[in-house]
C-alpha cells in the first residue's frame, strides 16, 4: 500500500516549543515525510482588519513548488475569519498555532498533537478527493459541526481541539462518508488503529486518572506503600538471618 507523501514547513517564527525531531520521527503506514522540514520567511506584514493574515497574504508565501503530494505550513500568526487551518490551491494547507497552542497547554496535550491530528486527517481528505486537497473556495462535507473527538470535527468553538487531540477518533458517519468515497476500508482501520497513539504523555495521563478516580487512587497508593513495607521488612529480615547475624 503506497504512503502519500506529506511535505512540512515553518512559515514565519514559531514561539511555541515545537518539537521538530519528536514530529519527523513519528511512523506510519498511511503517510511518509517529503524531505526534512525547511523554514521560509513571512515577509509581509498582517493585512486583515484585526491584524489577520488573509488568504492572499498566506497564500502569496506559501512556496509554489515543492517535494511530495501536498504541503503543510506551520505558523503562528492568525489566519483569515480566526480559522486554525486553511485550504490553497497547489495541494497546499496552512495550520496555525495561534490561540491552539495556548488551549492545548492548558489540558497539558503536546503541540505535536494538533500536527499528528491534522496528517492523518488530510492524508485521508487527499484520497477521498482523488489525490488532492480541495482548495477553500470549493464546496466540501468532511468535517462536521459536532463535536465527536473525531480527526473531522469543525471545532467552530476552538477550545473543543482538546477533544480530538488527545486519543482522537473516526466517528461511524466519516467512516460511512470515507467508505461511500471510496476511500479502502483498510486504510481506515489503519488509520483508526495509528491514531490511538496520539495522546497525553503517560503523567499527565496519571494525573487525569487520579483526578477521575481519587478514591480507587488513594486504595491503591495505600496497598502499594504496605506492601513495599512489607517486602522491605522481608528483605531486612533475611540480611540479617543470613548475612549480618553470622557476622556478629
Not at 496552512?94 to 497539558?108: K, P, Q, R, V, Y
Not at 477521498?128 to 463535536?147: A, M
Not at 477518533?169 to 460511512?176: G, K
Request: glycine residues 4%; hydrophobic residues 40%; charged residues 25%.
Amino acid at each position: 500500500m503506497s504512503k502519500v507523501k506529506i511535505k512540512l514547513i515553518i512559515l514565519g517564527q514559531l514561539p511555541v516549543n515545537l518539537d521538530k525531531i519528536k514530529l519527523t520521527k513519528w511512523k506510519s503506514e498511511a503517510f511518509e515525510f517529503a524531505g526534512q522540514i525547511d523554514n521560509y520567511t513571512i515577509t509581509n506584514n498582517a493585512d486583515g482588519h484585526s491584524w489577520e493574515f488573509t488568504d492572499d497574504n498566506i497564500e502569496s508565501q506559501l512556496p509554489k513548488t515543492f517535494e511530495g503530494d501536498f504541503l503543510i505550513a506551520m505558523t503562528h500568526v492568525p489566519l483569515e475569519k480566526n480559522y486554525y487551518a486553511r485550504r490553497f490551491t497547489n495541494n497546499r494547507i496552512c495550520i496555525t498555532f495561534h490561540e491552539i497552542a495556548d488551549i492545548l497547554n492548558l489540558s497539558s496535550i503536546p503541540i505535536e498533537n494538533l500536527v499528528y491530528r491534522l496528517l492523518y486527517s488530510y492524508t485521508l481528505i487527499y484520497i477521498r478527493h482523488e489525490n488532492r486537497i480541495p482548495s477553500r473556495d470549493e464546496v466540501t462535507s468532511f468535517t462536521h459541526d459536532e463535536t465527536k473527538g473525531c480527526l473531522f470535527d469543525m471545532n467552530g468553538i476552538k477550545s473543543d481541539i482538546v477533544y480530538s487531540t488527545n486519543k482522537p477518533i473516526i466517528c461511524d458517519s466519516c467512516v460511512q462518508k470515507l467508505t461511500d468515497e471510496r476511500v479502502p476500508f483498510n486504510k481506515i482501520n489503519l488509520v483508526k488503529d495509528e491514531i490511538k497513539k496520539i495522546k497525553k504523555g503517560f503523567y499527565y495521563r496519571l494525573a487525569d486518572w487520579i483526578k477521575m478516580y481519587p478514591v480507587w487512587s488513594i486504595i491503591i497508593s495505600s496497598l502499594a506503600a504496605l506492601s513495599i513495607g512489607i517486602i522491605g521488612s522481608t528483605i531486612a529480615a533475611i540480611i540479617w538471618e543470613k548475612i549480618l547475624k553470622q557476622l556478629f
